[in-house]
T-cell receptor, first 117, second 111 residues
Framework: AQTVTQSQPEMSVQEAETVTLSCTYD???????LFWYKQPPSRQMILVIR??????QNATENRFSVNFQKAAKSFSLKISDSQLGDTAMYFC??????????????FGKGTKLTVNP | NAGVTQTPKFQVLKTGQSMTLQCAQD?????MSWYRQDPGMGLRLIHY???????DQGEVPNGYNVSRSTTEDFPLRLLSAAPSQTSVYFC??????????FGPGTRLTVL
């Protein structure tokens, strides 16, 4: 079974600084996707970034980028120029890609990020 | 597109009552799923569906029932509510092998 581990329950960062959230996963699959979702106080789950396992290039979305280390099974999220609106819970998630079977999204337990003014 | 919609937003039940949480999507996604979110536990999969007429259990299916009669709708039924089912429930949908998109959630309290 796949597992996703986020080792930092809480983190804080000063506005405009850079912060990195850690995520490791365990799988024997070769074809999968990894995600970071953001959950602000509104509770809405918002996709931040996605990485396909077959792609060597790290995904980026504006101020958000990942460091995907497939051999180490590590998938960290870097937030540059942190903004107050980045304050939220961040969840790392894994889904295996199959051709005929199920597709189950497995979540880590989350990291609560607070951006301080 | 409305995306993924969920009703109600909030619900309070008494132990033993039954109810249905509604979920609908207008993106023609094949895959739909239900999660519950509890403090310190992240999101856990309850049930999922890969298409109309096909459902399967997730990690925590006990006490819940689902059906998928149409592509658009995927209701979650609580058969006999228990305090342990107090949680926030999320519905999600996606195309096969693609990013899952979430509804706004339903906060359920069982007294």
């Amino acid at each position: 079974a796949q597992t996703v581990t986020q080792s930092q329950p809480e983190m804080s960062v000063q506005e405009a600084e850079t912060v990195t959230l850690s995520c490791t996963y365990d799988t024997s699959e070769s074809n999968y996707y990894l995600f970071w979702y953001k959950q602000p106080p509104s509770r809405q789950m918002i996709l931040v970034i996605r990485q396909e396992a077959y792609k060597q290039q790290n995904a980026t979305e504006n101020r958000f980028s990942v460091n995907f280390q497939k051999a180490a099974k590590s998938f960290s999220l870097k937030i540059s120029d942190s903004q107050l609106g980045d304050t939220a819970m961040y969840f790392c998630a894994f889904v295996r890609i199959t051709q005929g079977g199920s597709e189950k999204l497995v979540f880590g337990k989350g990291t609560k990020l607070t951006v301080n003014p | 597109n409305a995306g993924v919609t969920q009703t109600p937003k909030f619900q309070v039940l008494k132990t033993g009552q039954s109810m249905t949480l509604q979920c609908a999507q207008d993106m023609n996604h094949e895959y739909m799923s239900w999660y519950r979110q509890d403090p310190g536990m992240g999101l856990r999969l309850i049930h999922y569906s890969v298409g109309a007429g096909i459902t399967d259990q997730g990690e925590v299916p006990n006490g819940y029932n689902v059906s998928r009669s149409t592509t658009e709708d995927f209701p979650l039924r609580l058969l006999s509510a228990a305090p342990s089912q107090t949680s926030v429930y999320f519905c999600a949908s996606s195309y096969w092998g693609d990013t899952q998109y979430f509804g706004p959630g339903t906060r359920l309290t069982v007294l």
